[in-house]
């Protein structure tokens, strides 16, 4: 059974940064394209960055420069290290992963077969 775990959320002021964690298990990662999506009070879950198996990666606009994607096949992790943190970032942070060996750049949600619960980031002004 695939079980994806996010963790490192929390409330921080705008400009700071943080680190989001993915720890997969029930898979095998290095196969699978890893992503983050984001949902705010009262909006639709949007894309955010994904990592492919290889080694491919891309972010969405509104965080380019600003978040970086990483993953450690090693350690089943996938990361999001987010920099220059806005209010509007505010939003519960959402794992997912896609697989094994899709093909493409994956946007959407209906990309992604497996979905962790969530991790809550707050920026604050």
């Known amino acids: 059974q695939v079980h994806l775990v996010e963790s490192g959320g929390g409330l921080v002021q705008a400009g700071g940064s943080l680190t989001l964690s993915c720890a997969a298990s029930?898979?095998?990662?290095?196969?699978?394209?890893m992503g983050w999506f984001r949902q705010a009070p009262g909006k639709e879950r949007e894309f955010v960055a994904t990592s492919s198996w290889s080694s491919s990666w891309t972010n969405a606009h509104s965080v380019k420069g600003r978040f970086i994607i990483t993953r450690d096949n090693a350690k089943n992790t996938v990361y999001l290290h987010m920099n220059s943190l806005k209010p509007e970032d505010t939003a519960v942070y959402y794992c997912?992963?896609?697989?094994?060996?899709?093909?493409?750049?994956?946007?959407?949600?209906?990309?992604?077969?497996?979905w962790g619960q969530g991790t809550q980031v707050t920026v604050s002004s």
């Open positions: 997912s992963a896609a697989g094994p060996y899709s093909r493409g750049t994956l946007l959407r949600e209906d990309d992604y077969n497996y």
């Open positions: 029930g898979l095998a990662f290095s196969s699978f394209t």
